[in-house]
């Protein structure tokens, strides 16, 4: 029973379909809000199936993974105890790292939180590093940004945890608005690609990234994925909750950059004929930022959800590897709760 729990749930997350259509010109992609099909689902226009198909997911479960023995070892992360009330004290923007997609920001003197995802997913993806501080020690919540609908960026319990708390304001790209009336929270905002939010001199830019959403068999693709710019005046932040490596990033470095710092996936990359689509290697994730004319590259979504083939302490690895010093990106490696004060 379990093992089939198992294949229905990564099915879900891993296997989705959307339509491939022709003609729309690379400097278009970061103008232009996200098209839909004639049955209504959001699509990439210039990609294929970014999903994959269920018989690709099938295949990729049903084969050998190479990595298979290097992930018997044992990995763990150091973790670091965020210092909230030192951090509050500090006249600027700061960042940090909790884990996987989650980023805590404070800039323009609001506090923002990304795909927030504090205890296990559920009982088949369970943290591989702990959360770096108790829920209840976060500050206060103005904003939270979420990427996508997938289980491992939008957590229903997370959410009411900070509904109940906070009362924040949601911004997520259109299809939404349901799930989050039906957890009762008062405030939502949706943004579809290019589309702005702006309030006391903090400005939201929904922004393009090559993805895919599905939560149950039948809703793929009704939920737009986005990356987040957030703006105050001075400076630009980029996080990217997940996404494959597209031509758009070049497209919205043009218009955007330079970037101060860009937050930008790492890990959940192999199989590469699987998942090249939908999530980025280190390799494609330094070009990224060097696309999107960043000043600042901060590598997330690695070291936490051990969900694909590759060991939870490659991707990092790899990054370091293949990083060199120079006229590109400066690249800073945060720990579990580690933070950045530019």
């Known amino acids: 029973m379990r093992t089939a729990a198992v294949i229905i749930f990564l099915a879900a997350v891993f296997s989705g379909f959307a339509p491939f259509v022709q003609g729309i010109a690379a400097e278009e992609l970061s103008l232009s809000k996200a098209p839909v099909d004639k049955d209504g689902r959001f699509y990439n226009p210039w990609a294929g199936e970014a999903g994959g198909s269920f018989l690709d997911f099938l295949r990729w479960k049903l084969s050998?993974?190479?990595?298979?023995?290097?992930?018997?070892?044992?990995?763990?992360?150091?973790?670091?105890?965020?210092?909230?009330?030192?951090?509050?004290?500090?006249?600027?923007?700061?960042?940090?790292?909790?884990?996987?997609?989650?980023?805590?920001?404070?800039?323009?003197?609001?506090?923002?939180?990304?795909?927030?995802?504090?205890?296990?997913?559920?009982?088949?993806?369970?943290?591989?590093?702990?959360?770096?501080?108790?829920?209840?020690?976060?500050?206060?919540?103005?904003?939270?940004?979420?990427?996508?609908?997938?289980?491992?960026?939008?957590?229903?319990?997370?959410?009411?945890?900070?509904?109940?708390?906070?009362?924040?304001?949601?911004?997520?790209?259109?299809?939404?608005?349901?799930?989050?009336?039906?957890?009762?929270?008062?405030?939502?905002?949706?943004?579809?690609?290019?589309?702005?939010?702006?309030?006391?001199?903090?400005?939201?830019?929904?922004?393009?990234?090559?993805?895919?959403?599905?939560?149950?068999?039948f809703d793929g693709n009704r939920k737009l994925w986005c990356s987040f710019l957030v703006e105050r005046p001075g400076k630009k932040y980029l996080w990217i909750g997940d996404s494959g490596y597209f031509q758009g990033f070049r497209e919205i470095g043009d218009k955007y950059g330079p970037i101060d710092i860009v937050f930008a996936p790492i890990g959940s990359y192999e199989?590469?004929?699987?998942?090249?689509?939908?999530?980025?290697?280190?390799?494609?994730?330094?070009?990224?930022?060097?696309?999107?004319?960043?000043?600042?590259?901060?590598?997330?979504?690695?070291?936490?959800?051990?969900?694909?083939?590759?060991p939870l302490w490659l991707p990092i690895e790899r990054l370091k590897e293949v990083y060199k010093e120079g006229n590109g990106p400066i690249l800073k490696i945060l720990g579990h709760g580690e933070r950045l004060v530019p």
């Open 64 to 217: 050998k993974n190479p990595y298979a023995e290097e992930k018997k070892r044992p990995v763990s992360f150091p973790v670091v105890r965020p210092d909230f009330d030192h951090l509050n004290t500090i006249n600027g923007d700061w960042f940090v790292w909790l884990g996987h997609s989650t980023v805590l920001m404070r800039a323009g003197g609001k506090t923002i939180i990304t795909d927030p995802v504090f205890w296990d997913v559920n009982f088949l993806v369970k943290r591989k590093t702990p959360f770096p501080v108790d829920p209840s020690g976060l500050p206060g919540i103005d904003i939270v940004l979420i990427s996508h609908g997938h289980y491992d960026h939008l957590d229903t319990k997370s959410i009411e945890f900070l509904r109940d708390r906070d009362d924040p304001l949601f911004i997520t790209g259109p299809g939404y608005a349901d799930y989050f009336e039906s957890l009762g929270t008062r405030k939502h905002a949706s943004l579809n690609w290019s589309e702005v939010y702006a309030a006391e001199g903090l400005v939201i830019t929904s922004l393009p990234v090559q993805h895919w959403s599905k939560r149950t068999p």
């Open 271 to 310: 199989p590469r004929w699987f998942m090249k689509n939908n999530h980025m290697n280190p390799e494609e994730a330094l070009k990224t930022a060097e696309d999107l004319r960043a000043r600042v590259f901060v590598p997330i979504h690695w070291g936490t959800f051990d969900i694909t083939d590759e």
